[in-house]
């Protein structure tokens, strides 16, 4: 069974300061990790994912995360955050294999302060 | 290229009635999923169609249950509708076979059950 783990459920921050969002994640299994924005009253955008290779994944609107094995971490940052990032974010994972079924953490709500 | 669209984006039901919500996939994309979103919760994994045959399931009872049609868009039937049934209702679509391709979800059906 795979499971994921938001570590924050709200992380309020000053625009233009850095932002990292923790997403730690369990599995038996090679995993692929995800990352989802959700804006109000709409549904879930990626963001960037990691399949395999580099560690370093780059994505939209200016976000990275970084997969670390021995960790089980798959943590997303952002140098500068914009009003624009207020939003819900969710990390996700799979095996890849069956029905590719995403297990979603509960997320983690960005709250950019003017 | 068309994203999923689903409809309707809201709906109001009463305890005991029955409900379809549907869906139409992202062209190209012939695997459709659909997930749960109680509030302040993340999306939870309901079933995955392939070729218009289940493939996968969730831990939901079989009173949840969904169509994939030819033409690869999908409806989500849910009978004897519980007050905890209300949420909002997300249908993704991905490109199934290629390796890592992620989940492009629609906007969603807010389900209220009263």
């Known amino acids: 069974a795979q499971s994921v783990t938001q570590l924050d459920s709200q992380v309020p921050v000053f625009e233009e300061a850095p932002v990292e969002l923790r997403c730690n994640y369990s599995?038996?299994?090679?995993?692929?990790l995800f990352w989802y924005v959700q804006y109000p009253n709409q549904g879930l955008q990626l963001l960037l994912k990691?399949?395999?290779?580099?560690?370093l994944v780059k994505g939209i609107n200016g976000f990275e995360a970084e997969f670390n094995k021995s960790q089980t971490s798959f943590h997303l940052r952002k140098p500068s955050v914009h009003i624009s990032d207020t939003a819900e974010y969710f990390c996700?994972?799979?095996?890849?294999?069956?029905?590719?079924?995403?297990?979603f953490g509960k997320g983690t709500k960005l709250s950019v302060i003017p | 290229e068309t994203g999923v669209t689903q409809s309707p984006t809201h709906l109001i039901k009463t305890r005991g009635q029955q409900v379809t919500l549907r869906c139409s996939s992202q062209?190209?994309?012939?695997?459709v999923s659909w997930y749960q979103q109680a509030l302040g919760q993340g999306p939870q994994f309901i079933f995955q169609?392939?070729?218009?045959?289940?493939?996968g399931r969730g831990n939901f009872p079989p009173r949840f249950s969904g169509l994939q049609f030819p033409n690869y868009s999908s409806e989500l039937n849910v009978n004897a509708l519980e007050l905890d049934d209300s949420a909002l209702y997300l249908c993704?679509?991905?490109?199934?076979?290629?390796?890592?391709?992620?989940?492009?979800f629609g906007n969603g059906t807010r389900l209220t059950v009263t």
């Open positions: 169609y392939y070729r218009e045959e289940e493939n």
């Open positions: 993704a679509s991905r490109e199934g076979g290629r390796r890592g391709s992620p989940l492009h």
């Open positions: 599995s038996s299994v090679s995993v692929y």
């Open positions: 062209s190209g994309h012939n695997t």
């Open positions: 996700a994972v799979t095996s890849g294999a069956g029905s590719y079924q995403l297990t």
């Open positions: 990691y399949l395999s290779g580099s560690t």
